[in-house]
């Protein structure tokens, strides 16, 4: 199973980003996915997680209201729009997939907000 984000980059305070993960490998329906984050210094953290089907979303407390989870599952490929940046979210962001026993993480991908 590959996972690949795309999407990080620099904006300003109040600016939006959409970030992409492409899975690849597997049956991307059977899994349940997250974004994660990890500052530097500090430790990595959930950000949102989606059901296999979609229909069930979480969101840590920090992002709620501002930041939106979802997947195509016939593309394969999972979302975080990230909207009312703030310059505290900025870290490298990944993409993870759970199934049974099964994790796998993308490779990450930086976010950066000015203030």
């Known amino acids: 199973v590959q996972l690949v984000e795309s999407g990080g980059g620099l904006v300003q305070a109040g600016g939006s980003l959409r970030l992409s993960c492409a899975v690849s490998g597997s049956t991307f329906s059977g899994y349940a996915m997250g974004w994660y984050r990890q500052a530097p210094g500090k430790q990595r953290e959930l950000v949102a997680s989606?059901?296999?089907?979609?229909?069930?979303?979480n969101y840590a407390d920090s992002v709620k209201g501002r930041f939106t989870i979802s997947r195509d599952n016939a593309k394969n490929t999972m979302y975080l729009q990230m909207n009312s940046l703030k310059p505290e979210d900025t870290a490298v962001y990944y993409c993870?997939?759970?199934?049974?026993?099964?994790?796998?993480w993308g490779q990450g991908t930086q976010v950066t907000v000015s203030s």
């Open positions: 993870n997939a759970r199934v049974l026993l099964y994790t796998y």
């Open positions: 989606i059901s296999s089907t979609g229909g069930s979303t």
